[in-house]
């Protein structure tokens, strides 16, 4: 039985495998209805449960459009912090012992690190990890590594800049985990000092020889990214000190991209960000061909399509 817990469980043979079935199905998709000619589930229809405790738009609509075009069936709670026995006071292992009983796979997004591998132990079905707390987001980085690979052709000698909320997104914990499997170039580290990466990540791509540094004004570096990375600053995972917010709202245009920073950009340069985007990505951005963000949420129903195939020994 195979869960997805977290970046660091793939090898590059894993990753290929699922890229390469996510292209297959993202060319099959486009021509005729994948499923319906040459992949229709044979006999019980397998069924998935979405079980999020914390808000979603792409990655609960996503996996559910993935297994309704995959010919599965789809449980869901897109708040069950309040709509299930939660509300109650129930454990979460518990929720899932019977869940587990009820479905063929788990996809679980919960406010709390390390949700996901405490209900990998007690459930009887695979768990996909679809964000715990500040931990990790192992299925978006998935499809961020796979956008990069499309986007410019491979991931290996890209000179990649993580910019944002480095200490409590998820996502970028994920993907610079991800990362240290392939032979980037160097990766720039582009944050205010207050939300800069965790010293245990920053060992990791030491341990890995990753070449990394730290910025603080995203036009210092700009000319040089080949990907850059955006986040949100996820202030509903911690308390923003006063000196933080102080800063965050004088210095919000350093971390910004904007037409001033894509006058700096490589002309093959892409820009990825996992959603929603608050400021930190100007709308007059959106038309620039650069711009890949609406393309990789796209590609979000095809990779997980690939990976429901994967976890279900499809
Ligand atoms: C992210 C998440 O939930 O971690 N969104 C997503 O799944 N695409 C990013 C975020 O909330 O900032």
Known sequence: MMHILKAQQFDREFLDEIF????????QFDKF?????????????PIMTTLF?????????SFEAAMIRLGGQVLSTENAEQFSSAAKGEILEDTIRVVSEYSDVIVLRHFEEGSAERAAKVSSVPI?????GAGQHPTQSLIDLYTIQQEC???DGKTIALIGDLDHSRTIHSLAYMLTKYDVSHIYLVAPKAVQMK?????????????????TRLK??????????????????FKMSFELHQDYKQNAHRYKIDSSVLDLMKPEARILHPLPRLGEIAMEVDSDPRAAYFRQAQNGLYIR??????VLNK
Request: charged fraction near 25%.
């Open 20 to 27: 390469d079935k996510t292209l297959a199905l993202k060319n």
């Open 33 to 45: 209805n994948y499923l319906m000619t040459n992949h229709k589930f044979q006999s019980i229809v």
């Open 305 to 310: 399509m690939a990976l429901l195939l994967k």
């Open 128 to 132: 996909i990890n679809a964000g715990d």
């Open 153 to 155: 052709g491979t991931i």
């Open 53 to 61: 405790y914390e808000p979603s738009t792409r990655t609960r609509f």
């Open 220 to 237: 210092d570096v700009a000319a040089d990214v080949d990907v850059f990375y955006q986040t949100r600053l996820q202030t509903e995972r």
């Open 199 to 215: 010293p245990e990540l920053i060992q990791h791509l030491d341990k890995h020889n990753v070449s990394w540094s730290t910025s």
